[in-house]
Structures are given as structure tokens and as C-alpha cells.
T-cell receptor, first 114, second 115 residues
Framework: NAGVTQTPKFRVLKTGQSMTLLCAQD?????MYWYRQDPGMGLRLIHY???????AKGEVPDGYNVSRLKKQNFLLGLESAAPSQTSVYFC?????????????FGPGTRLTVT | AQSVAQPEDQVNVAEGNPLTVKCTYS??????LFWYVQYPNRGLQFLLK??????LVKGSYGFEAEFNKSQTSFHLKKPSALVSDSALYFC?????????????FGKGTKLSVKP
């Protein structure tokens, strides 16, 4: 049982390049989330999904797109990377959004945009 | 709107001493509160949560948290700190009534435990 995994762990992009971050979970969770973590700003929600085939915007969605074609996978895309997107990206999942359900986090992807 | 605040960017404690990491919240309705820990270069790990019931909640690794409704606080505590407790700690609140009930995280508090 691997939990939540993220690919890749590190990536360096040049401004304007595109990339996709992959998140996979093997816990049969309905809900999945993408966060970014920046120093002094905590975690901010980018996009989330409440089930296969659904996506929704979070707090900071601009510049990102997501897809949830399979229940176990949640992809985060950057179409044209900008230096402001340099951050650590975390994926998380949860069984539901019931008040007591905790989220399970992946190990993170450190992205640098030059 | 729901929110949490972690008033201290960093907390320094000597090993063996008690530690407290502070969190205050602002919610409309009942608060549903969580603590997570992030060790260096790792993802967040769930520590404990308050949903209802006893005001003192016990969690992983010997941590506990005290819910105080009158002070709107949910402080994380441990009676005797270990060097291995050094990490980044996040308080979070469930956003009831908005954004599908997602979690809203505080900015984090860095805990440093010195030998």
C-alpha cells in the first residue's frame, strides 16, 4: 500500500515550458487535491476533484489545469511555466469531505522555473 | 469565512521541556480542527483532530491538543519534547459551507527542539 505518490520529485523548467505532475493514490479515495507550498504562506489549494471526471478550482488556480480521468490519478498541468510557479507542490487525497476525514499527502514535487 | 492563525513563525524548546504550538480559529458554526506535521523534505502527516467531544484530544507521537471554545484556540502540546519533534506544524480547519468542505491551513510554525 503505497498511499499517495507523486512524479517527478524534482523538476527544473524554463519560462514558457510546459509540464505535467502526476499524483496517484491506491486507497480508493474519492477526493483529491493539489496544493502549493511557499515559505511563510502555508499550503494553498490550487484545484481539487470530488470524483472521477470532476475538477474544481481552489484558492489559486490561475496558470494551472487539472484532469481526473481515472479515480486513482490526478494530474496537474502547467501550460506555460512562470517563475512565480516556483514552489513545492503537494497532492493529497481523502475518502470524502465529511468533517472528520483527514487528508493523506504525497511526498511533494519541488519545481523551479528559471 | 473560516480561517486559522498560527501566531508564531517559530518555537524553540529544549529537549525534555514541554512544548506548545499555538493555533486560533475563526469559524461560523462548529469548528472541525486538525493538526499536521511536516518533517524536512516530506509530505504532511496527520497528527490529530477535534470534531466533537472531549476538549483534550490525543494523537500520534505523544502529541495532544486542547480545544478551547471560549478562546477559539486549538493549541498543540507535548509534555516532553524530543529533538526528533523538530519539524513544521500546520493547523487546519474544515471550511464548512464553502469550497466543498475543504481544509484551510495556517501558515505553519517551525518547531526547533535543541538537545
Amino acid at each position: 500500500n503505497a498511499g499517495v505518490t507523486q512524479t517527478p520529485k524534482f523538476r527544473v523548467l524554463k519560462t514558457g515550458q510546459s509540464m505535467t505532475l502526476l499524483c496517484a493514490q491506491d486507497m480508493n479515495h474519492e477526493y483529491m487535491y493539489w496544493y502549493r507550498q511557499d515559505p511563510g504562506m502555508g499550503l494553498r489549494l490550487i484545484h481539487y476533484s470530488v470524483g472521477e471526471g470532476t475538477t474544481a478550482k481552489g484558492e489559486v488556480p490561475d496558470g494551472y489545469n487539472v484532469s481526473r480521468l481515472k479515480k486513482q490519478n490526478f494530474l496537474l498541468g502547467l501550460e506555460s511555466a512562470a517563475p512565480s510557479q516556483t514552489s513545492v507542490y503537494f497532492c493529497a487525497s481523502s475518502y470524502s469531505n465529511r468533517v472528520g476525514d483527514e487528508q493523506y499527502f504525497g511526498p511533494g514535487t519541488r519545481l523551479t522555473v528559471t | 469565512a473560516q480561517s486559522v492563525a498560527q501566531p508564531e513563525d517559530q518555537v524553540n524548546v529544549a529537549e525534555g521541556n514541554p512544548l506548545t504550538v499555538k493555533c486560533t480559529y475563526s469559524v461560523s458554526g462548529n469548528p472541525y480542527l486538525f493538526w499536521y506535521v511536516q518533517y524536512p523534505n516530506r509530505g504532511l502527516q496527520f497528527l490529530l483532530k477535534y470534531i466533537t467531544g472531549d476538549n483534550l484530544v490525543k494523537g500520534s507521537y505523544g502529541f495532544e491538543a486542547e480545544f478551547n471554545k471560549s478562546q477559539t484556540s486549538f493549541h498543540l502540546k507535548k509534555p516532553s519534547a524530543l529533538v526528533s519533534d523538530s519539524a513544521l506544524y500546520f493547523c487546519a480547519v474544515r471550511d464548512i459551507g464553502g469550497s466543498q468542505g475543504n481544509l484551510i491551513f495556517g501558515k505553519g510554525t517551525k518547531l526547533s527542539v535543541k538537545p
